[in-house]
């Protein structure tokens, strides 16, 4: 496809996607080709194809031009900047927004997100290359993805990175300053970016997607000032906010302390979405009553992390509950479980919230975190533990708290010539890349009757099976009868 062709392709699929109409059509002809630095242009017949084809016979021709470098990096800077002139300006995409909220809040977020899609904001040909499946534990069905969609830089433009100018603008990835923004080789471009204003807890925030959905409609809702997480009441607040003004989204945060808390804690913000995740339809499997708060059922969460679920008609009377529990939980030592407040001054124990409607009912669940390091576990106690590290060694943060595991891309190479050792007999301790699977891989190997036709099924399988005991070793009470009398124990503390 010639550039004339591609740039014809392009404007009429943001016209067929509403992106702009028929009225925009010569205007941002214009602007593309002035972004081209076209001379000319000639509207052009052209084969029918995607976005993707599209814009890459646009960064080919940019590439060949001198006026993008041939790199990912280069390249996705360059057709943001191309996307961004036909994305609908902030005040458009608002008036859109609010007109279908008055209609109901689903037409808004289908409007919002399918707009965010056809941007190519989320770039939805990444996304479809991720590697999902389910895998069945005794906490239900458990999400497994192999993130695949963040595209690696290569040396260049680590070198650039490294090389360029430290801007404290925008201050961070979450600041509502990236709307719009140009980008530069250390910060991605965001030109189609738009984000939405909303008031939550009588608060400015604002409400995007992820560009790197990890679940359906993965949104993120942010303060619209660059203020550090703290989860308190007020998050417990504004997280039912959020809910009744979007009853078929869950939201929920990260906790407020490192290691635990998966993501940006500089910046205030939450996550939700259109999704049910396992943890969500796990059931409570025992009961209890806190004093003073009859009115509200709670219970102990069969999941293998410690939840305590809060259901109830008035939202005041969680928050309230919840706020006592989070309150206690700061404060609580349990040496016999080896669960620690604080040591030398600084605080262990955190809290990640979840809140959602649950067929006209009100549900909070309060995972109860702890960050505390040992000499034997310098990446945190409560974390994934060294024998698992062949298959995660990150953080776990709130997504992978409800079920879905977001595993590191390297798996995806590893697992292939895994298998292939496996079937061929090959000695797996003597690679250099493998060797740290061997023992992992002697284990599948008494286990099945492995064979060409089967080996695909039992290791995803089995890496399921790892993330549900790395959930486990997050659990601040183990499963066990020793911590379920601790977790009572602390549960009767809440005073």
């Not at 109830?312 to 669960?339: H, M, P």
């Not at 979840?354 to 974390?383: F, K, Q, S, W």
């Not at 099976?465 to 009398?485: H, M, N, P, T, W």
Request: net charge negative.
């Amino acid at each position: 496809m010639n550039i004339n062709a591609a740039v014809t392709a392009l404007i009429d699929y943001a016209e067929e996607n509403g992106l702009i109409t028929a009225y925009d059509k010569i205007y941002c002809t214009n602007r593309v080709i002035e972004a081209l630095s076209l001379d000319s242009y000639e509207c052009e017949e052209y084969e029918k194809c995607d976005l993707q084809a599209i814009l890459k016979a646009i960064l080919d021709y940019a590439c060949e031009n001198g006026l993008c470098e041939d790199s990912v990096v280069y390249r996705d800077l360059f057709d943001t900047r191309i996307m961004g002139i036909l994305t609908p300006m902030p005040s458009q995409v608002i008036n859109t927004f609010k007109a279908k909220y008055d209609v109901s809040p689903v037409e808004a977020t289908d409007y919002y997100y399918n707009l965010s899609r056809k941007s190519d904001y989320i770039r939805e040909y990444r996304i479809k290359n991720d590697m999902k499946w389910v895998t069945k534990t005794a906490y239900g069905d458990i999400d497994i993805t192999i993130n695949l969609s963040k595209p690696e830089k290569d040396p260049k433009a680590i070198a650039a990175a490294r090389n360029a100018k430290q801007s404290g603008y925008p201050k961070c990835m979450l600041c509502k300053e990236n709307e719009g923004y140009s980008g530069r080789v250390n910060h991605p471009a965001r030109q189609n970016h738009r984000i939405i204003p909303i008031t939550i807890n009588n608060e400015n925030w604002f409400l995007q997607y992820s560009p790197y959905v990890y679940y359906n409609e993965h949104c993120i809702v942010f303060n619209s000032q660059h203020t550090p997480m703290v989860i308190n009441k007020s998050a417990f607040d504004k997280l039912f906010d959020f809910v009744k003004m979007f009853p078929h989204y869950f939201v929920g945060s990260n906790a407020d302390l490192p290691i635990v808390g998966g993501s940006i804690l500089s910046h205030e913000h939450f996550q939700g979405g259109h999704y049910t995740f396992a943890m969500a339809k796990a059931p409570i499997e025992e009961y209890v009553k806190f004093e003073g708060f009859e009115d509200v059922e709670a219970g102990i969460v069969n999941w293998p992390m410690t939840v305590i679920r809060l259901r109830g008609q008035d939202t005041s009377r969680i928050t309230a509950l919840a706020e006592k529990v989070l309150n206690c939980w700061r404060a609580y030592t349990d040496e016999e479980n080896f669960i620690y407040a604080e040591t030398d001054g600084t605080p262990h124990n955190a809290i990640t919230p979840i809140a959602r409607c649950n067929e006209g009912v009100y549900e909070m669940d309060l995972v109860l975190r702890n960050n505390i390091t040992t000499d034997e576990y310098p990446d945190g106690y409560y974390h994934p533990h060294p024998e698992y590290h062949h298959i995660k060694k990150e953080n776990i943060g709130l997504i992978e708290v409800m079920g879905l595991a977001v595993l590191p891309s390297r798996l995806k190479g590893e697992m292939e010539a895994l298998k292939k050792a496996m079937l061929c007999g090959a000695d797996i301790t003597k690679d250099d890349v493998l060797s740290k699977h061997a023992e992992w891989a002697d284990m599948i190997k008494s286990k099945y009757d492995v064979t060409a036709d089967n080996i695909d099924k039992i290791i995803q399988d089995e890496i399921g099976i790892v993330f549900a005991a790395i959930l486990e070793q997050c659990g601040v009470y183990s499963r066990d009868e020793k911590g379920r009398e601790g977790l009572i124990k602390f549960i009767r503390s809440v005073k």
